[in-house]
């Protein structure tokens, strides 16, 4: 079937095995009639390392393996440590946090959105700092139960922040979409990460452009399909 999906945010965890066994579904049935799987981020809740033994990570790898169709990752601002091994070990292809598209005639931008939500300093402060290169082989090298005990602390502090946070902040900003859709020449941009699914209709420049975003997988499952007609967001049990 000539269509590509894409999903995101589905924030998988050893709490929730319902969402866990409805993506298991989901890559049986729907990702097996497509062309391309794209996960733009946030697969998982939290990551702190490839060689972290969770046997979700385990039933992931294994489930996403069995695919045959091209399978590709961009990192979420939660699964941002995810790797090259975790990676072949899915048989899926990591990819830049902007990526263009080129399908069914369409110029397709790709991301998972934190980076779109400029309005959050507080945020976007936390995300350089622990994108630094250095400070994650440092963190990597750390014993696991450390890691653990880092990410629960930060999990906590940061639960505590975005309680003060209004909606608006945590949104998009509109004139950092406008500026990447520009740059990219991208008449389509697909993201996740604000949990608001939506199809949004913009100008870019002064062309029509569309901004599809994916629904987090909290409630029902959430994905996203572009075929030759155009855009679908569909929402499903899951
Ligand atoms: C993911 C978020 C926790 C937001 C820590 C260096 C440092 C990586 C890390 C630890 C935490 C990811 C990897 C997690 C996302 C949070 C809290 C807020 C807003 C370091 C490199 F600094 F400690 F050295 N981490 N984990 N947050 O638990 O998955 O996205 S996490
Ligand atoms: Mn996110």
Request: aromatic share 8%; proline share 5%.
């Amino acid at each position: 079937m000539s269509r590509t999906l894409f999903i995101a945010d589905l924030h998988l965890c050893q709490q929730e095995p319902a969402i866990t066994a409805g993506f298991l579904r989901f890559l049986q049935r729907e990702a097996t009639e497509c062309e391309a799987l794209y996960i733009l981020g946030d697969l998982f809740e939290s990551w702190i390392g490839d060689d972290d033994p969770n046997p979700l990570h385990q039933q992931v790898a294994e489930a996403l393996s069995a695919l045959t169709i091209p399978i590709w990752f961009i990192h979420g601002n939660r699964d941002f440590l995810l790797g090259k091994k975790f990676a072949a070990r899915c048989g899926m292809q990591l990819l830049p946090e902007e990526q263009l598209l080129e399908l069914y005639g369409h110029r397709v931008l790709i991301m998972h959105g934190d980076t779109l939500c400029t309005d959050d300093a507080g945020y976007l402060r936390f995300r350089e700092k622990v994108h630094q290169p250095w400070l994650q082989r440092l963190f990597l090298m750390l014993p696991l139960r450390l890691r653990q005990k880092i990410a629960v602390r930060l999990r906590n502090d940061s639960q505590q922040a975005n309680q003060t946070k209004s909606q608006q902040i945590m949104d998009v900003n509109p004139q950092a979409v406008e500026a990447v859709m520009q740059r990219y020449q991208a008449s389509l941009l697909i993201h996740g990460h604000t949990h608001r699914p939506a199809i949004h209709r913009l100008s870019v420049g002064q062309q029509p452009a569309e901004r599809a975003v994916l629904g987090a997988w909290h409630q029902e499952g959430s994905m996203i399909q572009l075929d030759a007609d155009g855009v679908n967001l569909i929402a499903f049990p899951w």
